[in-house]
């Protein structure tokens, strides 16, 4: 029996309006004063409603970006990012829950402590592996008695120093984990009496299964790659050839360290036009993201 409580479902529908209020009222105020004059946008108070001016704005925040380059540099890094999170994190879970080896649970404990570890707790060793990506494994040979010498292999001011360090994904690791270990045992079991190995397994019958789950990991890690900032602003000094979008929006607000006042209204053009494309995903995904997250249908 379901009761019914006005009061209480009106407070509720009033708590989720002022939140959507609150979450929606700074985009609103970002996309107003990109579509005034510089005039406009500095006085006090800034008009909420817009303006005329977006579309010169759009321009001239691109043109002073130069988003037609690290535009492609960040997608490059997200989707290259949210691919290599999604097979890792796959592959990591599928050994957990259908290999029976002594250390699986270890392993995936010692995992999923690394959500206490985010990229800024580890952002120096991470740089000083960036820095020579073969040192580690040079330095643990020495260490067992094995003298060899590796050559340099410099992620900086490239393409694999912007993706390789961040595609370990212990969030992804869990929720494949916990979607296969839905998965019935004798779904397994009758795959092997067919004669199906396990990459055959995973690939022909774990993998079709987790689409939503893979639907809603790639929004939530693309999302993340998109706006990452520290970790490209540290390894990058090549702006011209691997600046991201969001490394370029310093670019558009001046400031008075380049002896200039802030453009404001170019400078919320640039955020638009840096916000759309992981909103455009979320949108485009958002119906298999809610399904991978809340469906027990599996």
């Not at 579309?55 to 960040?74: I, K, P, T, Y």
């Not at 402590?113 to 040192?135: H, Q």
């Not at 008695?145 to 869990?174: C, D, H, K, R």
Request: proline residues 7%; aromatic residues 12%.
């Amino acid at each position: 029996m379901i009761e019914r409580t006005p009061v209480l479902d009106f407070i509720t529908q009033a708590i989720l309006v002022l939140s959507l209020v609150a979450l929606l009222m700074p985009l609103w105020v970002v996309f107003v004063a990109a579509s005034h004059d510089y005039q406009t946008v500095n006085q006090v108070p800034m008009p909420l409603w817009p303006g005329s001016h977006l579309f010169e704005n759009l321009s001239a925040a691109w043109a002073a970006g130069n988003f037609d380059r690290v535009m492609l540099n960040s997608v490059i890094v997200a989707v290259g990012v949210t691919a290599g999170k999604i097979c890792i994190a796959a592959l990591s879970a599928f050994s957990i829950v259908y290999f029976n080896y002594r250390l699986r649970m270890l392993l995936f404990w010692l995992i999923f402590i690394t959500l206490m570890l985010p990229l800024e707790v580890r952002i120096v060793p991470t740089y000083a592996v960036a820095a020579n990506a073969l040192g580690p494994f040079e330095a643990i040979l020495n260490a067992i008695g094995i003298s060899i010498y590796l050559p340099e292999w410099n992620l900086l001011n490239s393409y694999s120093g912007l993706i390789l360090p961040l595609v370990a994904t212990a969030t992804g690791t869990f929720l494949y984990r916990q979607f296969f270990m839905t998965i019935p045992d004798e779904l397994a079991e009758a795959a092997k009496m067919d004669g199906s190995g396990p990459l055959r397994f995973f690939f022909e019958v774990l993998l079709p299964l987790s689409k939503t789950n893979m639907a809603a990991l790639a929004t939530i890690m693309f999302v993340w790659s998109w706006n990452q900032y520290l970790w490209p602003l540290l390894i990058v000094t090549d702006h011209a050839n691997y600046a991201t979008a969001t490394m370029q929006l310093q670019k558009v607000v001046p400031g008075p360290l380049f002896g200039a006042p802030p453009v404001w209204n170019t400078a919320m053009a640039a955020n638009l036009i840096v916000l759309t494309p992981p909103v455009l995903v979320t949108i485009l995904l958002q119906r298999w993201f809610v399904r991978g997250l809340i469906s027990t249908d599996k």
